[in-house]
């Protein structure tokens, strides 16, 4: 082995042994949630409600300045989104107008307005949504949910993705309340009137006809959960017991809070106990001292909820202060952990909520790894028949391929989802195009009597910019996946954009290190093992002699199906179905563990107000199981997408009722078991050690995880709970528990606001890969050609939406990821057309020849390998579409119909127009030629 060789194996020996390090052990690599299951939460930060806070703390700092002053009849009001000063001189206010330099003083009359200025309102919603990413990071990280993403997007930062794996369907709603909810506390005085509580709001208006007295807000105080039980599913907001009339005015808020924790009074009673900062003790003092002279209540105000009303019979002092309302345990321990996380300046919209079961999860790792080992296998054995051991040099680079993949991916920390394992596995079939291309290139050369050096030298060189053009394609698609999708999309694009550099790699350099270790070892070699099989070889197909009846049979054909589906009809459209992120809505995947018609599903969803839920059934392997797709649209007028979803649920859980009022366990978490072991304390522990908590989470958490590592990932009986439990917590388990015949696997939300917002995205994700191609084809090649790759582009992505849309399949998020790889790889295949046009349009032998003759002799050298690598990604595609589950199915199909139009359009679509242009624009052949 010679210096130079050794020096490459080492470097690739290095490489692989790098990459290695970054995935092995597998549990260095991260699932996504759709393999893992979890929580995904998209939110909208409400900024409009940070400027009226602070135009409500701008009021309160007049006010106090005016207090100070002691100016009879002066008052400030909030109008308009603007404040109004009445019956004060500008002068009066000179300290205080100095602190609000954001806001635009302006005399009116005799009164003075200040407006916020644009660019103070432009910096309050900046600031609102910087400290909402860091204050739900606070939340999040204190919650101890493992590996949490959480990252800022939409217009301006104004959003926020959180992922939280592992987390439940039961723990979701305590979750997003941590995340949606501001976890403003504030302190103030109830309005001194004869009376300051009534039963409604119609009631207090009615006791000041009609009109609350100025500098007052009547807020609700809620029945707490200790007080009236569980509450139900579906997410209502608290019961009220009475509205309180309270002072606009907040003597102290959050941001005065240093410490927060939850505590046991002395009776067992669940409180918050917390600790001030010098000015915050200082206004607490001065409250209480206020309600003890004057007999006055003060109440604890949490997001414009009373959550406690007490009375003070002296002056309190000092920084520690207690909240002893009639809080669950879980109610004090999350506002104490929002205390202590601070408080948001604006609240959050839920726009997007998806809940996916671990067990949902684990059947998607197995189909979809599955289906890709499936193809996998299938591509070297073809490799191997068909090249012999050039196949063999082909899959060892498809080895290092995948290993770098993985290497790469576990570098870039970057989450594997179930579309990025279908975007790896057709990654490979890609980098096997590569190959072919290599191979079939050597052939053609060894024909000309080339010596075996020299054919696998010209090989390489001269499909080198065919393999980067085609890359650089699918680059492009992958690009805009990334910048314009979210979540599995994401991940997709990962997996796409590392396997084009990956592929590129081994191609060009492991393929060829392979080949001149081999010359080196045997330099006289007078042939090549690389297969004898070509059923192309000399063609002369005159394909430009039917290009008319081609063009006129595949529009037509397009035009017909466009006739048929009417996608601009999009409502009330059988061939048209839209995923809920179009739409807006609740997509359920459930489990039942006995068989339940389709009909008794759609009934009890009619009978909750949805008739028009789609149900479709999918019969799992396992024997007794039922799962049903459940996709319910929301209801615009509504608006409210999560109440919906939770109605859905009730209604689908209706069907699992038992007389006897035991809770099914199947629906439970660890979190909620948990709380009801402390409730009944089997064990007869102490509650106030320290592990009395701790002791019972472990114990639920036996049951989850016992749950979750069955086939079905559902209880079918008690007999399956761990042999580890204690009897006494067994015996609780049994009785108020019974195992369930339903489980939700997945919960997906959509707010109809986002809907909108999707079809957007999509549409600028294609045009912006359409004008990247064009823009690159022409860079490369010219005018003509770019034309030629887009027009027959449109052509395959019509035919695969016309067909898909045909076949009845939905279109969501990832099928729209895998129509932009369609629009990569459609334009891969055609450029290896192209690109022996522009070559043969250099040799001495085609300068006079028509340019119809030049088409025709391009189209028929490279027939073998257009056929051939077609048939790679095919082979993988057709894989992920057979056995890679219901998942993807519907992301597979178009590249299935998008493989094989791809290859014909690249003859019959993109040739065919070069040839027009040509003849049009086009002057002896100069503009095809030009480089």
Not at 227 to 233: L, S, V
Not at 299 to 316: G, H, P, T
Not at 727 to 747: C, F, H, T, W
Not at 819 to 837: E, K, N, P
Request: include cysteine.
């Amino acid at each position: 082995m010679s210096r130079t060789t050794f020096t490459r194996l080492a470097w690739v020996l290095a490489i692989c042994l790098a990459c290695a390090h970054f995935f092995i052990p597998l549990n260095k690599v991260r699932l996504g949630l759709d393999l893992k299951g979890g929580v995904h939460y998209e939110l909208e930060i409400q900024s409009h409600e940070a400027v009226q806070r602070d135009l409500e703390e701008s009021r309160d700092l007049l006010r106090d300045a005016l207090e100070a002053r002691n100016l009879p009849g002066a008052s400030v009001a909030l109008e308009d989104g603007a404040l109004r000063v009445r019956g004060a001189e500008r002068a009066a206010l000179d300290k205080p107008l100095a602190q609000l330099r954001g806001y635009a003083a302006v005399q009116e009359g005799a009164d003075l307005v200040l407006r916020p200025r644009a660019d103070h309102i432009q910096a309050i919603k900046a600031d609102a949504s910087k400290r909402a990413l860091q204050i739900i990071e606070n939340r999040i990280n204190q919650f101890g949910v493992v590996e949490p993403e959480i990252t800022a997007g939409g217009p301006g930062g104004s959003r926020i993705i959180v992922e939280l794996p592992g987390v439940t369907e039961a723990d979701k709603e305590r979750i997003k309340g941590l995340l949606a909810t501001p976890g403003r506390l504030e302190l103030r005085l109830l309005a001194g009137k004869d009376r300051n509580t009534f039963a409604s709001e119609r009631e207090a208006l009615e006791a000041f006809g009609g009109r609350l007295p100025a500098d007052c807000e009547l807020l609700p105080e809620s029945v707490r959960e200790a007080e009236a039980g569980p509450a139900p599913r579906g997410g209502a907001a608290p019961a009220v017991r009475r509205w309180v009339l309270l002072e606009s005015k907040v003597q102290f808020d959050g941001t005065a809070i240093t410490d927060a924790r939850r505590a046991t009074s002395e009776v067992g009673a669940h409180e918050v106990n917390f600790t001030l900062h010098s000015a915050g003790a200082e206004a607490n003092a001065r409250v209480t001292e206020i309600a003890a002279k004057e007999g006055r209540l003060f109440a604890f105000v949490l997001d414009k909820r009373i959550v406690s009303v007490l009375s003070a019979r002296e002056k309190i002092v000092g920084h520690a202060v207690r909240i002893a309302g009639q809080f669950t345990e879980p109610e004090a321990e999350d506002l104490a952990l929002k205390l202590r996380s601070g408080a948001l300046r604006a609240g959050m919209k839920v726009l997007e909520e998806r809940v996916v079961g671990p067990s949902l999860g684990t059947d998607s790792i197995r189909q979809g790894v599955g289906a890709s080992l499936v193809g996998f296998g299938v591509i070297v054995a073809f490799m191997v028949i068909w090249y012999r051991w050039s196949g063999v040099n082909a899959v060892v680079a498809l080895v290092v391929n995948v290993i770098v993949m993985m290497g790469l991916l576990g570098s870039f920390r970057a989450t594997i989802t179930l579309p990025g394992i279908a975007g790896f596995a057709l990654t490979v079939g890609m980098a096997v195009d590569a190959n072919i291309l290599i191979f079939e290139r050597i052939r053609e050369e060894l024909a000309l009597g080339r010596t075996v050096a020299k054919a696998i030298s010209a090989g390489f060189d001269r499909v080198f910019w065919t393999i980067v053009d085609s890359h650089v394609t699918q680059l492009f698609a992958a690009l805009l996946l990334f910048i314009f999708g979210t979540g599995p999309v994401k991940g997709f694009a990962v997996s796409l954009t590392v396997g084009v550099a990956a592929s590129l790699f081994t191609s060009i350099y492991i393929s060829r290190f392979i080949y001149d270790w081999i010359l080196e070892r045997h330099p006289g070699a007078a042939s090549l093992s690389i297969g004898r099989w070509n059923i192309f070889q000399g063609t002369r197909i005159d394909f430009m002699r039917y290009k008319g009846v081609a063009l006129a049979l595949s529009w037509g054909l397009v035009a017909a199906s466009v006739l048929i589906v009417r996608p601009w009809r999009t409502v009330d459209n059988p061939h048209v179905k839209l995923g809920m992120q179009f739409v807006g809505g609740t997509d359920l995947t459930v489990r039942f563990l006995r068989p339940v018609d389709a009909g008794q599903v759609r009934g009890a969803l009619a009978e909750a107000g949805f008739p028009d839920a789609s149900v479709v059934s999918y019969q799992s392997g396992a024997p007794g199981v039922q799962e049903f797709a459940v996709k319910v649209r929301a209801d615009r007028a509504a608006g409210d997408s999560l109440k919906q979803s939770a109605l859905v649920k009730r209604a689908l859980t209706g069907l699992d009722a038992d007389g006897a009022g035991r809770r099914p366990l199947n629906l439970e978490s660890a979190v909620s078991l948990a709380e009801r072991f402390e409730q009944a304390n089997p064990l007869g522990l102490d509650p106030s050690a320290e592990t009395f908590k701790e002791t019972y989470l472990g114990l639920a958490g036996r049951i989850t995880g016992a749950r979750e590592k069955l086939a079905i990932g559902l209880f079918r009986d008690m007999g399956e709970l761990p042999g580890t439990l204690p009897p006494q917590v067994r015996a609780l388990v049994e009785r108020e528990y019974r195992p369930g015949s339903i489980g939700i696997l997945k919960d997906e939300s959509f707010s109809p606001s986002i809907s909108g917002e999707w079809a957007r995205k999509t549409l600028a994700a294609v045009g912006w890969a359409m004008g990247a191609i064009l823009l690159y084809v022409i860079f490369r090649f010219t005018t003509a050609f770019a034309v030629g790759g887009i027009i027959a582009l449109v052509h395959d992505m019509l035919m695969a939406l016309a067909l898909f849309a045909l076949v009845g399949y939905e279109f969501n998020v990832p099928v729209v990821a895998s129509f932009l790889t369609l629009m990569g790889y459609s334009m891969a295949d055609t450029i290896v057309v192209f690109d022996r046009i522009r070559e043969n349009l250099h040799r001495p032998e085609f300068r006079r020849r028509p340019f119809q003759e030049v088409i025709n002799a391009s189209i028929n050298q490279t027939l073998s390998r257009t056929i051939l690598t077609s048939l790679s990604v095919l082979f993988v595609s057709i894989c992920l579409w057979l056995w890679g589950g219901p998942a993807l199915r519907d992301l597979a199909f178009p590249l299935v119909v998008g493989v094989l139009t791809g290859t014909y359009s690249s003859i019959y679509i993109a040739s065919p127009v070069v040839d027009w242009w040509q003849r049009t624009f086009g002057k002896g052949g100069e503009v095809l030629a030009a480089e």
